[in-house]
């Protein structure tokens, strides 16, 4: 159960796009299409962004987006703003029935 | 509305026992996949352990054999039973339900229940 890998920090500035890998293996993202993404402000619970690769919960930015290809996952944030300054995590489904998170990644508004 | 309240964390000592609850409210705490997820201080997101409708219990390898998931179905409550506790249990611990007809999916998050484990 190693965790997903994700790059620490991505960094933008306002108005620019962003994307954030997650590579896992063909046990967990490459073998399954449950891949979610997670926001998370300082001291706060995590929020659901992106659930089974690229579907978005109601009341979530369209500039949210999310794909995979093979044993990577990506999360894309489009037209950046401040207040998506946040950790971001993905997560996948696994062959052994149970869920693991990606490193996490720091995303700094510039 | 959909609430998820954790309570029981606190200060133990190393190979002590702790249990956490998760009141739910809104919605059948049995009928749904609920997971614990903690996150120790400063670090990233660790999943520690599901329970499906359906009973079935999956553990993450770190905490096998000494954290126990379980229900009370009248309570509407999820538990999480934490024995043989090691300083590196030491973490905010998250129930979640899991929506969405998915798996991973998880749409509601409590507001965490700090556990320390320190002599």
């Known amino acids: 159960q190693s965790a997903l890998t994700q790059p620490a920090s991505v960094s933008g500035s306002p108005g620019q796009s962003i994307t954030i890998s997650c590579t896992g293996t063909?046990?967990?993202?490459?073998?399954?299409?449950?891949v979610s993404w997670y926001q998370q402000h300082p001291g706060k619970a995590p929020k659901l962004m992106i659930y089974?690769?690229?579907n978005r919960p109601s009341g979530v930015s369209n500039r949210f987006s999310g794909s995979k290809s093979g044993n990577t996952a990506s999360l894309t944030i489009s037209g950046l703003q401040a207040e998506d300054e946040a950790d971001y995590y993905c997560?996948?489904?696994?062959?052994?029935?149970?869920?693991?998170f990606g490193t996490g990644t720091k995303v700094t508004v510039l | 509305e959909v609430q998820l309240v954790e309570s029981g964390g606190g200060l133990v000592q190393p190979g002590g026992s702790l249990r956490l609850s998760c009141a739910a409210s809104?919605?059948?705490?049995?009928?749904?996949?609920m997971s614990w997820v903690r996150q120790a201080p400063g670090k990233g997101l660790e999943w520690v352990s599901v329970?499906?409708?359906?009973?079935?219990?999956y553990y993450a390898d770190s905490v096998k054999g000494r954290f126990t998931i379980s229900r009370d179905n009248s309570k509407n409550t999820l538990y999480l039973q934490m024995n043989s506790l090691r300083a590196e249990d030491t973490a905010v611990y998250y129930c979640?339900?899991?929506?969405?007809?998915?798996?991973?999916?998880?749409?509601?998050w409590g507001q965490g229940t700090l556990v320390t484990v320190s002599s």
């Open positions: 979640a339900r899991e929506g969405y007809d998915s798996r991973g999916a998880t749409d509601y």
């Open positions: 809104g919605f059948t705490v049995s009928s749904n996949y």
């Open positions: 329970i499906y409708s359906g009973g079935s219990t």
């Open positions: 063909s046990s967990d993202v490459g073998g399954y299409n449950y």
């Open positions: 089974d690769v690229s």
């Open positions: 997560s996948s489904y696994t062959s052994s029935s149970t869920l693991v």
